[in-house]
């Protein structure tokens, strides 16, 4: 592997993680997540403006967690999992520390609630 490619695959992954930092951005991939959706079927629930709403998509396109397309005067979106699944497995890679790491906080606890009875 070239340290190009690696380089891109991070730079998408902050991509990923950045734009799932926001509550909206969040908000807006639960609900394509049920499916197609138009800007303005994904403003609804939002108090924010088509424009505001729009800001965000731009960042998820970014991304590469939506795809937007023309239908005439309408931009229907639907999410793109693929980064989703990226970040998932940069994420399991930590499952053995964060294991290992609650496992001796248990032992801790358990340890020092030993001593609370005696």
Do not use: I, Q
Not at 25 to 32: E, I, P, Q, S, Y
Not at 40 to 56: I, Q
Not at 80 to 87: F, V
Not at 97 to 103: E, G, K, N, S
């Amino acid at each position: 592997m070239s340290s190009g490619s690696a380089r891109k695959r991070e730079e998408k992954l902050d991509a990923v993680f950045s734009a799932l930092a926001d509550p909206t951005r969040r908000g807006l991939l639960v609900r394509l997540s049920r499916g197609e959706a138009s800007v303005t079927e994904l403003a609804e629930p939002f108090d924010m403006t088509l424009a505001a709403v729009s800001k965000h998509l731009r960042v998820l396109e970014r991304a590469g967690l939506v795809k937007r397309k023309r239908d005439g005067w309408y931009h229907r979106c639907h999410l793109e999992a693929r980064p989703l699944a990226d970040a998932s497995a940069f994420l399991e890679r930590w499952r053995p520390f964060w294991d290992r790491t609650l496992a001796e906080l248990a032992r801790h606890l358990e340890g020092d609630d030993k001593k609370e009875k005696k």
